[in-house]
């Protein structure tokens, strides 16, 4: 254990330290000079920084439902399908590669079919009239989609498997129906995996970055973008305390979020006892 | 001093790591040739540039930081001057910021591998001054670089700079544009992009500042150049893709406001694969900016950074600026000697008027301004 715990205080306590510690630091644009004060504090939480945080929250609640939703289905799918040997194989690897495809390479993409000079936007716009901007808030959840459903699939199929088709055949053979398995069985008994594995989705697209910086830029709220232009400024001078400030409450909101699902997840096995 | 993509997302993790690194070892300078080097102000002040030559090469070594080789030419002026003092340079994180340029002298003072040199935006220079980081050195062509462009001490001094330009994909785009408001004509729709986000990048900074002008503006009052941006935003001809060497040739981001060495450099890229990218000083708009360059307090090769200096400020390296599209801050004493490369000089795009340049306070005035309004009024 003792590696552990001195791992987890070098590589995470630490920074965590330091990244408290220079949150209150501030320079002065003219004079340069150094000193310490809350006012990072107070201008990350509200106006455009505030609206980042919000931003972030949004797209990373709305993706985290869809994919934990879809994901769900999909492995629910496959592990249902009959003589689905091979295409369970199919799934899961195809997952684990997916899953791990991110940032700019998956922008890039996204951009080369259906971006500006996309192929695929000239064919629907040509023969549909349709029109499609991937470059908003919606355009950037169905890139992140791309994956969080794989890192779904592959984060709740083990759970999935768990489930034993006896619980099924003896609540069919006390004349429950479907609903009621589902209700009083299958959902009480999964419901801590899918919450945690949504909790995981949650956080993926809270912290992604590279995705969103080669696809939106600035013009979507995204408070790890944010933190990226503070930190690495070529133009406003000692802005990285801000980014620093701005770091922290992100540390602050996911801590909350843990928080929460720790107590859900009490909850949920209180039940189960 | 430039656009960051990648590396930003690994200085997100690390930058609480490399803080920590700091302070621990107060060391001066590491490899020196046992000279004062590191103490001379001026070549003379060292001994004459004979020994200064002879200690560089004796150092062997010159570590920079933040130079990429496709930037101002950059990658020949390197080459060139390694070859020619028979130094080995070690060239640290090419994309990285001046931001990033000051991190790394605080947090690997006293390391082989800290920077000698720095190119900085005007500001940080000042900045890094103002925390003791920089060594003051007067080259010997000091005299030639305009007052105003450089601290009287010499702990930095301007380097080259351009102006704003509008690079434009003759191959996509009917018509470019030539002015500011051009784009705003509705056959650009979703086509006009920056470089960054004006409150990272110091190019697309200029380029809100240009609009600014373009739009009712001066240099007290960079309020219109936002106005312009949203204004070109719910005209549907903004394109909020950051451009980069690949938008640029895949034809996602056609026209790009950026410095015009840079767009020159593309258009020089893209002839090779037969596209033509045009690039137009807007009349309109004309903004210019330099750069500045400083010597590293802390030098782990202070000979070699200062004979970098001279090679930089002297007519060879002024002239390699120049036939990368840059303006050398000698520019104007090498026209009057005639010492300019004529042939680069006649490259360069055409500039109507004269430009003028913030001072530091209008500047500082300008950041508070977009910092406050282009997140707010940008995204979403």
């Given amino acids: 254990m003792a590696p552990f715990f001195l791992y987890l205080a070098v590589f995470l306590l630490l920074p965590l330290v330091v990244l408290a510690v220079e949150a209150f630091r501030v320079t002065d644009p003219v004079t340069f000079e150094e000193g310490w004060s809350t006012a990072n504090l107070g201008t990350v939480t509200e106006g455009a920084y505030g609206r980042a945080y919000v931003g972030s929250l949004q797209l990373s609640a709305i993706t985290a439902v869809i994919g934990a939703v879809l994901g769900l289905a999909l492995a629910v799918a496959v592990l249902g399908a009959r003589r689905g040997r091979l295409l369970r194989r199919m799934v899961l690897t195809a997952a684990g590669v997916l899953a791990n495809f991110g940032g700019v390479p998956l922008a890039f993409a996204f951009l080369a079919t259906i971006g500006n000079a996309g192929v695929v936007t000239a064919l629907l716009t040509d023969t549909l009239g349709l029109s499609f901007s991937l470059y908003s808030m919606t355009g950037l959840a169905i890139v992140y989609s791309y994956f969080l459903i794989p890192l779904m699939v592959l984060t709740i199929l083990p759970a999935l498997e768990g489930l034993r088709p006896q619980w099924r055949e003896a609540a069919d053979n006390l004349g429950a129906s479907g609903w009621q398995y589902w209700r009083y069985v299958g959902g009480p008994v999964l419901a801590p995996p899918v919450l945690g594995a949504t909790m995981l989705l949650f956080a993926s697209s809270f912290a992604a970055y590279a995705t969103a910086k080669a696809l939106v830029g600035s013009s979507i709220p995204l408070v790890t973008l944010q933190i990226a232009d503070s930190l690495s400024s070529n133009v406003v001078v000692g802005a990285e305390n801000l980014g620093k400030a701005l770091a922290l409450g992100m540390v602050v909101l996911v801590g909350l979020v843990m928080a929460f699902y720790a107590w859900v997840q009490r909850r949920t096995q209180r039940w189960l006892t | ?380």
């Avoid at chain 2, 936002?226 to 996602?252: C, H, R, W, Y």
């Avoid at chain 2, 593309?266 to 360059?293: M, N």
Wanted: negative net charge; glycine residues 10%; aromatic residues 8%.
């Fill in chain 2, 1 to 380: 001093m430039r656009r960051t993509t990648l590396r930003t997302a690994v200085a997100v993790v690390t930058a609480g790591l490399t803080l920590t690194a700091c302070g621990s070892d107060d060391g001066g300078s590491g490899g020196g040739s046992g000279s004062d080097w590191a103490e001379a102000t001026s070549v003379e002040d060292g001994g004459g540039m004979d020994a200064l030559v002879e200690a560089a090469k004796a150092e062997g070594e010159l570590n920079v930081i933040a130079l990429p080789p496709d930037w101002a030419n950059y990658g020949e002026m390197l080459e060139t001057f390694g070859e020619k003092y028979d130094i080995e340079i070690n060239s640290a994180s090419p994309d990285g910021s001046s931001q990033d340029e000051l991190n790394a002298v605080t947090s690997q003072r006293g390391q082989d591998r800290a920077p000698d040199v720095l190119d900085l935006g005007t500001a940080f220079a000042r900045q890094a001054q103002a925390q003791d980081l920089t060594a003051p050195y007067k080259v010997q062509t000091w005299d030639e670089i305009p007052e105003g462009q450089r601290d009287p001490d010499g702990h930095w001094f301007n380097d080259y700079g351009g102006y704003i330009s509008i690079g434009c994909n003759d191959t996509i785009v009917a018509e470019c544009p030539q002015t500011m408001q051009d784009l705003l004509d509705p056959q650009y729709a979703g086509q006009v992009a920056l470089n960054g986000n004006p409150t990272q990048a110091a190019a697309a900074f200029a380029g809100v500042w240009a609009a600014s002008l373009s739009n009712g503006g001066d240099l007290d009052d960079i309020g219109p150049g936002v106005d312009f941006f949203v204004q070109l935003k719910e005209a549907g001809n903004f394109n909020p893709v950051e451009s980069t060497p690949a938008t640029i040739e895949s034809g996602e981001t056609p026209i790009v406001l950026d410095w015009d060495y840079l767009n020159a450099a593309y258009a020089e890229g893209l002839a090779e694969i037969d596209t033509e990218w045009t690039v137009a000083v807007p009349s309109d708009g004309l903004f210019g900016g330099y750069y500045s360059q400083a010597i590293s307090k802390f030098a782990p090769h202070p000979a070699a950074a200062r004979l970098w200096q001279e090679f930089l400020y002297s007519d060879e390296g002024q002239n390699i600026w120049l036939a990368g599209g840059a303006r050398p801050v000698r520019l104007t004493s090498m026209e009057d000697a005639g010492t300019a490369d004529a042939d680069a000089l006649a490259a360069l795009p055409p500039v109507e008027g004269e430009a003028e340049f913030p001072s530091q306070e209008q500047e500082t005035a300008a950041k508070d301004v977009v910092t406050s309004r282009w997140n707010e009024e940008m995204s979403g």
